[in-house]
């Protein structure tokens, strides 16, 4: 190999380079938009070639493979899965408040269900995406530019003639950048640019005048009218939107809650989630208003009713949605667009000083190109009217030429060798002629019938037509008012041809306040197998079950239904748990596993104590670890309103062993793995915060570990069997804290 060849680079460097090199191409030709036209690339392609195919609004539908395929062999070779896409979301009027595509077929629906495939799909241009997108595209108002593979001319940007990027929107994701520009309303747009074209000095609170907000073509309230003015000058906000409810009476008293219009945000499987959201309340008793839910939507609009129960509060039940589901949610906004070849964020005056300016430079490229088509017909039509007047001169110079060169050469420069006149005064006259060779090739061309005298006064009117326009022209090119009025007459076009109703309101509404109604307090029976699988049940049921509650629970005691239980572990850890998030029913309900419901982990802890809030806070709670660090906690402490709490410091590598509320207890004997067994009063263990590690409790070997705690009583009598040999420890010697222990000799 030729070492000359290689070329040495720091690898860092390298990848910087091609990293930068790669974001880039993500940023300007795929993700992001262009400001003029509001168009991604793969928008802008697809449009143009459904113009070159000829596919227009007043034309046959065309299959979208066909669209899919032209446009990826053309111009955008990424897949024709980003191509179809593309195409189907152009199509879709509930997510573009001016769809540009006119789809026939299954083209998705507003719940999420995906378009057909492109074989049996067909489509074709909107009327207005021909007539205010690629109308003027012949007029050569913007630059071509080549292919990827340099085979074919697609333009740079279309020939827009309206502020798309407001109006549709944008959403993309980019290298280290993300756009999200809500859609507007057409009219409300071409209002606010007009506004800006008339004073270019005019502020965002003024042009909001005109713009009142964002337009979802889902309907909804906008809810923070007065955060808006800040959103469109900075480009960057949050736009907070709700979805509108009614209210339906029925004959047997009840209420209906019927939602007709819902938040931008939640279109597509968010719908189905909402649904499932409004069961969960029902399922973890957030409301229990709610008997029926069902989603009536059509093609003609949302309709999602929900059924109230006799008595409900429907408008704190409204509150409730609002609060938990995505029936309110918010909309973030980061307008940011491909501006002059690089990404900008744009507030709204920004974005309409940029079209604007676009406006003006096609307008001019427009009318010069005009301009210069005119004065190229005014020349001929000169020329031919010119040439009627001395027609019979012209008819025997073509007579007496043996070529179209040599006519061609007498009309234009007199030359009139060769040509036989019939007399010198003819000879004299087409020495004379001085037409253009524009003129001349347009009077060799001439037919016969152009000499008749109606159609000669019809060339008098064109000519006159065409000098009408070159002044016209030329007003507009030289005069920026009337440009601007032409671009203002435009837009006026395109408003009352295409603009809608506005459709989402916009208000400032206070937040959602959401009463819970009181419930009644009762006492409940917790319950909870070896399995960790926990319920609660009522104290009648409990009382007929009591023998099988017992024996098949591995915890069972007595709590308040507005209550928490409160879960020891062994890492140090106080898990709480609202009752009311446990399943209630009937006894032989398999319930749900405690780890569903808490923060407890049964892979990395074991579950030492399970009590209820109401039982600890009447107690003070005796910790002991493996490594016989032991302390004395007043349960008041662990009535905390955090899910998950440290209930004790641990050292490296101890673990929690034993939690006892006290009642009467009065010694703890305490035995380590070795066979040690140490009996002292409780009364040695001092009362410490729950943050603390507490007291030494035995001296232990360096291989050895407490194993159990057992609390006694005076005068009850207690024993356990130790490796088959039983031990009474009501009769084992009291010894102090800290001592080592007394082995067991079996």
Not at 459 to 465: A, Q, S, T, V
Request: proline residues 3%; glycine residues 6%.
């Amino acid at each position: 190999m030729d070492d000359s060849r290689i070329i040495k680079t720091e690898y860092s460097e390298e990848m910087q380079k091609s990293f930068i090199d790669y974001a880039m191409s993500v940023i300007i030709a795929r993700a992001l938009p262009d400001i003029r036209d509001g168009l991604k690339p793969v928008q802008r392609r697809t449009l143009y070639d459904m113009y070159e195919l000829g596919i227009r609004y007043d034309r046959p539908y065309r299959k979208s493979a066909r669209i899919v395929g032209d446009t990826m062999g053309k111009y955008h070779p990424h897949g024709d899965s980003s191509i179809y896409d593309a195409l189907v979301v152009m199509t879709q009027d509930f997510k573009r408040g001016l769809p540009l595509v006119d789809g026939h077929g299954n083209f998705g629906n507003i719940e999420g269900d995906g378009a057909a495939a492109m074989r049996y799909t067909e489509a074709r241009l909107a009327r207005v995406t021909q007539e205010a997108f690629l109308g003027d595209l012949d007029k050569d108002v913007v630059d071509f530019v080549p292919n990827f593979d340099e085979t074919e001319k697609e333009p740079s940007v279309l020939p827009v003639k309206i502020p798309n990027f407001l109006v549709n929107g944008s959403e993309g994701i980019a290298v280290g950048m993300a756009t999200s520009t809500p859609p507007h309303n057409l009219g409300e747009v071409i209002d606010a640019m007009k506004a800006y074209m008339q004073n270019e000095s005019i502020t965002t609170k003024e042009l909001m005048r005109y713009l009142k907000g964002p337009d979802f073509p889902t309907g909804g309230i906008v809810t923070n009218k007065d955060d808006l003015l800040n959103v469109y000058e900075t480009g960057v906000g949050k736009i907070k939107v709700r979805g509108k409810v009614e209210f339906e009476k029925q004959k047997n008293g009840k209420t209906n809650v019927v939602i007709t219009e819902i938040p931008y945000p939640m279109i597509g499987m968010n719908i189905s989630k909402f649904l499932s959201d409004v069961a969960g309340l029902v399922e973890t008793k957030k409301t229990q208003d709610v008997t029926d839910i069902s989603n009536q939507s059509s093609k003609e609009g949302i309709r999602i009713v929900i059924e109230l129960r006799k008595d409900a509060d429907a408008e704190n039940f409204v509150n409730l949605l609002y609060k938990k589901t995505r029936l309110e949610d918010t909309f973030g906004v980061n307008m940011l667009a491909i501006y002059d070849g690089r990404p900008e964020v744009m507030g709204l005056k920004a974005i309409l000083k940029a079209v604007v300016d676009f406006q003006f430079q096609t307008a001019t490229r427009k009318y010069n190109n005009l301009l210069a088509r005119e004065l190229e017909r005014k020349e001929v039509q000169e020329g031919l009217i010119k040439a009627c007047n001395v027609i019979d001169l012209i008819i025997e110079i073509l007579r007496g030429s043996k070529d179209r060169a040599m006519a061609k050469a007498c009309l234009v420069e007199g030359k009139t060798t060769g040509i036989k006149f019939r007399s010198k005064e003819s000879r004299i006259m087409a020495a004379q002629l001085s037409f253009t060779e524009k003129q001349a090739n347009a009077i060799l061309e001439m037919r016969l019938y152009k000499l008749i005298g109606l159609e000669i006064q019809a060339l008098i009117k064109e000519h006159d037509d065409t000098m009408a326009n070159i002044y016209r022209y030329e007003d507009i090119l030289e005069r920026r008012d009337s440009m601007a009025q032409v671009i203002i007459n435009e837009l006026d076009g395109c408003k009352k041809a295409y603009a809608e109703k506005r459709r989402t309101l916009i208000e400032n509404v206070e937040e959602a306040v959401y009463k819970e109604k009181e419930v009644e307090e009762t006492q409940v029976v917790f319950l909870m197998d070896r399995f960790g699988y926990a319920k609660t049940i009522d104290m009648a049921a409990y009382e007929r079950n009591r023998e099988a509650a017992d024996a098949e629970s591995k915890y069972a005691f007595t709590c308040k239904n507005t209550g928490k239980v409160c879960l020891f572990t062994s890492t140090g850890q106080l898990h709480t748990i609202k009752v009311m998030d446990i399943p209630y029913g009937k006894f032989r309900d398999k319930g749900i596993p405690i780890d569903n419901i808490s923060n407890y982990n049964s892979e990395k802890e074991d579950i030492v104590l399970i009590t209820s809030q109401t039982e600890l806070n009447l107690r003070r709670v005796v910790f002991v670890t493996s490594q016989a660090m032991a302390k004395i906690v007043d349960g008041g402490e662990f009535d905390v309103s955090k899910r998950t709490v440290a209930a004790t410091k641990l050292g490296e590598g101890d673990r929690v062993i034993s939690v006892m509320p006290l009642v009467e207890q009065s010694s703890i004997v305490l035995q380590t793995k070795e066979g040690f067994f140490l009996k002292f009063g409780l009364d040695e263990i001092p009362e410490k915060k729950k943050a603390a590690l507490g007291v030494r409790a035995m001296k232990l070997g360096a291989k050895d570990a407490v194993e159990y705690a057992y609390y006694l009583q005076n005068a009850v009598e207690s024993s356990i069997v130790y490796k088959e040999k039983k031990v009474d420890l009501s009769h084992m010697k009291t010894a102090k804290r800290d001592g080592k222990g007394t082995k067991i000799r079996v």
